[in-house]
C-alpha cells in the first residue's frame, strides 16, 4: 500500500516542548467541556490533540451558521507552517455531519459535545456498545462507535515507517490499526482511529470530509486531491480485520471500494507563512486562516476539525517505509554524536515526535437552510467572537476577546450574520468585567476605532439598513442582550445571535463590546465598511492564504498604516 501513503513526519523537539494548533474561531475545545481550571480534565475524551492542557475553550451554547455562507477560520501553530524554510507542514481541514433528522431516527444523539451540567459529560465514552445506543449520552462522541471498533479490529498497515519506537518482538504484537509510530501504546482517544488520525490521506472509509489542505508547497496538491474521499471511493473489507484486498478475499471475505463524497475535491495550496517557535499571527499580521464556505449538508450535529502536521528534511517522508525501521532507522532516540572534535554532543531526539500530526476541534455546531426570503446567491458573512475572559497571561495558549473578522468589506445588500457564543466555565480567578468566569460580549457602535465611548443611539448608522420601526430595539438588543444590568451580568449566558442583517447603507461603521474593551490589555472593537468597491470576497475573507516572505514589507507598511488610522 505504499502508493497511498504519505508518511508524515515531524520537526525534531526537545522532549518537553509542544508544536501545539489551537483554533480560535470557531473556538476549539482541545477536549475541554466544563472545566474550572485552567487545564483540560481528560485529554482521551474525544480526540488526540498533542496539545497543552491550558489550551481550547469551554462548553458554550452551540453556533449555527447558514449554508452558503462565509466562515473565517483561524487558528495559531507553535512551530511554522507555509513557505517556511525551517519546516515542512500541511495544514489539513475536515468536518463530518450527522443526518438532519438522526435523533428521531435512532431516539439517541450521536455527534454530541457531553453533557456540560454534568461531570460524566468530561469522561471518556464506553465503546463496548452499538452505535446507537442510549447509553452514554451524556458523554462525549465523535466519530461513530463502530468506527473505532474496526480500526481497532483492522491490521495495521505494515508498510509504515516506525523508526525504533518498536522493537521487532513488540511489532510483531502490536499489529492492529490503534498502534502507530506516535502513539506505539495503542491508547485510546475517544472513537478515534490514531492510524487515520495520524496519515493523510487515508486509505480506509472515514466519516470526515476535506474543506482545504494548506501546504508549504503545492508540490502535493494534486496527489492530495486525487486521494481525497471528497472524490474517490476507499476499500474496506467485510471482516474488518483485513486491510487489503488479497488478504480480505483470502480470508473469504468481501472487498468494496466505497464512501465516495461526491464533493469537489479540496482546496490546496500554500498557507500563510508563520515562524517557528512563535505561537501567534503569519506574516500579515493576522494568525492562521481560512474562509470556509459552509457546505449545504443540513444538520443540527456537526464537527470541524483542523490537523497540523510539520517534518523537517533530516530523511525522506515520501520513501522511507518500514524497510527502514528498528535498527535500520536512519534517526534514533536521543543520539550522542562527535562531529569531529573529539568531544560527544548529546542531540535531543524523539523519534516517535518525527511525524508527529497535533489537532484541535470545535464544540458541536448546525448548519442551517436559508430563511426563504434569502437566494442562494445572496452573499452572507458570518461575524463571530473569539477569546476568553482573562489576560493574556491567564489565557494562553487561547487569545483575548475579539470580533472576527476584525474587519469586513462588503456591498450594499450583502448581509451580515452577527452571533457568538461564551463559556460560563472559565476559571473563577481570571481577570475581567462582571461575573466571574464568565464570557460576554456586545455592540455598540463608535465613531472610530481609536474612540472607546460609544455613540448615543440617536447617533448611530450600524443599522440605519434596518427598518426604522425595527432599529432602536436591534440596536438595544445588541448593546443590552435583553437585560439591564451594566456589566451585561443579567444575560441569560454567553451566546447572542442578531440574526441576518442587511448593509444597505453606504459607509464606514465602527463598534466596539462595552464590557471587554478594557483598552488596557484587550481591545475588542470592530469595523464594517459597506461600498460599491469592495473586493472578493471582502475585508479580511479577502486575505488569501498563500503570502511569500518577500510579502512581509507590504503586510507589515499595510499594518502600520492600519494601526495609525
Known amino acids: ?72 477560520l483561524e487558528w495559531t501553530t507553535q512551530h511554522g507552517c507555509g513557505p517556511n524554510g525551517n519546516t515542512n507542514c500541511e495544514v489539513i481541514t475536515q468536518y463530518m455531519c450527522d443526518k438532519e433528522d438522526y435523533y428521531q431516527q435512532y431516539g439517541a444523539y450521536g455527534i454530541r459535545d457531553g453533557n456540560p451540567q454534568k461531570t460524566e459529560g468530561r469522561q471518556t465514552i464506553d465503546v463496548n456498545q452499538a452505535d446507537n445506543t442510549q447509553t452514554n449520552q451524556d458523554r462525549g462522541r465523535h466519530e461513530p462507535i463502530s468506527y473505532y471498533q474496526d480500526c481497532k479490529a483492522r491490521e495495521r498497515n505494515m508498510g509504515l515507517f516506525l523508526a525504533d519506537q518498536f522493537t521487532a518482538s513488540e511489532a510483531a504484537t502490536k499489529t492492529r490499526a490503534i498502534y502507530t509510530r506516535q502513539d506505539s501504546q ?11 488520525r495520524d496519515y493523510y490521506p487515508y486509505w480506509h472509509p472515514t466519516p470526515w470530509k476535506d474543506v482545504a489542505i494548506l501546504v508549504s508547497n503545492e508540490t502535493r496538491c494534486k496527489y492530495y486531491q486525487q486521494e481525497s474521499q471528497n472524490v474517490k471511493n476507499k476499500g474496506s473489507c467485510q471482516n474488518p480485520a483485513y486491510n487489503n484486498p488479497a488478504a480480505c478475499q483470502g480470508a473469504g471475505s468481501v472487498w468494496t471500494e466505497t464512501g465516495k463524497w461526491g464533493i ?29 464556505t459552509i ?13 497540523y502536521n510539520i517534518t523537517t528534511n533530516d530523511y525522506d517522508r515520501w520513501n522511507t517505509d518500514s524497510k527502514s525501521n528498528f535498527d535500520a532507522s536512519p534517526i534514533k532516540e536521543n543520539p550522542v554524536v562527535d562531529i569531529g572534535f573529539g568531544v560527544p554532543l548529546q542531540l535531543t531526539v524523539n523519534t516517535d515526535q518525527y511525524g508527529r500530526v497535533f489537532q484541535d476541534r470545535t464544540h458541536i455546531f448546525a448548519i442551517k437552510r436559508r430563511p426563504t426570503d434569502i437566494g442562494d446567491s445572496e452573499k452572507i458573512f458570518n461575524v463571530n467572537v ?17 470580533f472576527v473578522p476584525r ?76 437585560q439591564t444590568d451594566p456589566d451585561l451580568n443579567g444575560a441569560r449566558n454567553g451566546y447572542f445571535d442578531a440574526g441576518l442583517i ?8 465602527h463598534y466596539m463590546s462595552t464590557r471587554n474593551n478594557n483598552f488596557s490589555n484587550r481591545s475588542q472593537k470592530g469595523s464594517i465598511i459597506v461600498g460599491d468597491d469592495r473586493s472578493e470576497p471582502g475585508g479580511e475573507y479577502n486575505h488569501g492564504p498563500s503570502l511569500h516572505p518577500s510579502s512581509l514589507f507590504v503586510f507589515t507598511f499595510l499594518a502600520l498604516v492600519y494601526l495609525v488610522f
Not at 475535491?265 to 486562516?289: E, K, Q, W
Not at 457546505?295 to 490537523?307: D, H, I, K, Q, T
Open 386 to 402: 473569539q477569546g476568553k475572559r482573562g489576560n493574556i497571561v491567564q489565557v494562553y495558549p487561547a487569545v483575548e476577546y475579539d
Open 264 to 292: 469537489p475535491a479540496p482546496v490546496c495550496m500554500v498557507g500563510p507563512y508563520t515562524r517557528d517557535n512563535h505561537l501567534g499571527n503569519s506574516i500579515d499580521m493576522f494568525p492562521g486562516y481560512y474562509n470556509w
Open 502 to 509: 442587511r448593509a444597505r447603507m453606504k459607509g464606514d461603521y
Open 1 to 72: 500500500m505504499k502508493g497511498f501513503l504519505l508518511i508524515l513526519c515531524l520537526i525534531g523537539l526537545l522532549g518537553l516542548s509542544q508544536a501545539d494548533i489551537y483554533l480560535h474561531n470557531p473556538r476549539g475545545s482541545n477536549n475541554g467541556l466544563n472545566e474550572r481550571d485552567a487545564n483540560v480534565e481528560n485529554q482521551n475524551r474525544l480526540f488526540d490533540s498533542q496539545n497543552n492542557a491550558k489550551g481550547g475553550y469551554r462548553w458554550g451554547p452551540s453556533m449555527y451558521y447558514y449554508a452558503g455562507s462565509l466562515l473565517p
Open 186 to 196: 495503542g491508547t485510546r482517544y475517544g472513537t478515534e482511529c490514531p492510524e487515520e
Open 407 to 482: 474587519t469586513l468589506e462588503l456591498k450594499p445588500f450583502d448581509l451580515i450574520h452577527f452571533q457568538w457564543t461564551g463559556s460560563e466555565f472559565n476559571p473563577a480567578d481570571n481577570a475581567g468585567t462582571g461575573t466571574a468566569g464568565t464570557d460576554r460580549s456586545n455592540i455598540v457602535q463608535i465613531s472610530n476605532r481609536n474612540k472607546n465611548v460609544p455613540l448615543n443611539v440617536d447617533d448611530m448608522t450600524l443599522l440605519n439598513g434596518v427598518v426604522p420601526d425595527l432599529r432602536y430595539q436591534l440596536a438595544e438588543k445588541m448593546a443590552l442582550l435583553g
Open 295 to 307: 457546505p449545504e449538508e443540513y444538520s443540527n450535529a456537526c464537527v470541524l476539525r483542523v490537523r
